[in-house]
């Protein structure tokens, strides 16, 4: 479907421009139907961290003040909080939160790290480095009380999780539509259900910026929004094909054929066959534990996955935390249990291997 509306576009930009505004406000009332949210509460966002800057380019930030994230956060969301806080002459502070802590555990490690001077909490849904989920809900109430503003990256969330947003009490919320939602790049929401939306403003200026939100992020002159336009058109795939809920459980019960055959190749081979204790964890997102010298750092974990695509010719996904590599494995409808028998059998004795010469250097 995007490529036809891609098509449509290059045939007469002088007509499709103009009507872009209604056409991105219909996709957006179909992707506030997904996930349960009000129309005029949801903006269609580039991504998840382009989301994300909107909120720190538009909410209010005491001088002095300091941002709480977590050590699970995702990089770039990271560095982002770090920037606004400086530019207000603040400070970030970095909660730690145990990889196999429970929820009450991560809730007060979170709490713990806010005080007087907080001025934004930044919290992922389900983290990217360490596939577990955090407790948002419990962190956005406390959050409400205190009445500090909380932005929650939801990033993984759209698809992965029924009705995200039901029992959350946040200010801001982003989440992308292009992972497990299977829309193109370039398709990701921004909630936002709170007074502090008044302050939120597209990255780029455009003739819809008089308008409230999320009208104004309708209109952001000419760029290729057709990623957003085609999504609920992904998203209404699944349901019409397999039902979200059907693909859920199917996510869940491959996933844990997958943490199995993938772990026990790799303790045969480092004779540890621990499994990896991940408080809260999620459904179609899991870790194994990589031989000891691949992928401690997050640099090493990337370079890492692009070994693997170029010598292996195998997509997988490789993240670090504390030291210790991990391989986090996804599973979706579109997986089958040989994708992680092939891994197991072709690539861990690969991936040992490296590891030898590694820690031998």
Not at 2 to 27: D, I, K, S
Not at 30 to 59: C, E, I, Q, T
Not at 84 to 110: C, I, K, Q, S, Y
Not at 311 to 327: I, K, N, Q, R, W
């Amino acid at each position: 479907m995007q490529q036809e509306l891609r098509e449509e576009m290059e045939r007469n930009p002088v007509v499709w421009f103009p009507g872009l505004a209604a056409r991105t406000g219909q996709a957006r009332t179909a992707v506030a139907r997904f996930l349960n949210v009000a129309p005029d509460d949801l903006a269609l966002v580039p991504n998840a961290s382009g989301g994300a800057s909107v909120v720190y380019n538009g909410v209010p930030f005491p001088a002095g003040g300091e941002i709480v994230v977590t050590d699970h956060g995702y990089g770039a969301v990271t560095m982002g909080a770090e920037r606004l806080a400086r530019r207000h002459g603040g400070t970030l502070r970095t909660a730690h939160v145990p990889l196999d802590a429970d929820e009450d555990e991560a809730f007060a490690a979170v709490m713990s790290a806010v005080g007087e001077r907080t001025g934004l909490v930044v919290v992922d849904h389900i983290t990217s480095p360490t596939a577990r989920r955090l407790p948002v809900e419990r962190i956005g109430r406390e959050a409400r009380r205190r009445g500090v503003p909380f932005l929650v990256d939801g990033a993984h969330v759209p698809g992965l999780l029924d009705d995200p947003l039901r029992d959350l009490e946040c200010d801001f919320w982003v989440g992308n539509l292009h992972k497990f939602g299977c829309a193109p790049r370039g398709a990701a929401v921004l909630v936002a259900r709170t007074p502090l939306r008044d302050g939120l403003y597209p990255l780029i200026d455009s003739w819809g910026a008089e308008d409230p939100f999320p009208g104004r992020f309708d209109s952001q002159g000419t760029l290729d929004v057709t990623g957003c336009l085609a999504a609920p058109a992904a998203l209404g795939f699944i349901e019409d094909t397999w039902g979200w809920q059907a693909a859920r459980t199917y996510m869940r019960e491959l996933g844990d054929y997958a943490v199995h055959v993938v772990g026990a190749a790799i303790a045969e081979l480092t004779g540890d066959d621990r499994p990896v204790d991940v408080g809260m964890p999620v459904d179609a997102l899991r870790l194994v534990r990589l031989p000891d010298g691949l992928a401690a750092t997050r640099l090493e974990a990337d370079a890492l996955r692009d070994r693997v695509a170029r010598e292996l010719d195998v997509a997988a996904a490789f993240t670090s935390f504390d030291g210790v590599g991990y391989v986090r494995l996804s599973t979706h409808v579109y997986n089958t249990a040989a994708d992680y028998e092939y891994f197991a059998e072709k690539c861990v004795p690969v991936l040992g291997e490296w590891a030898r010469t590694a820690t031998r250097g």
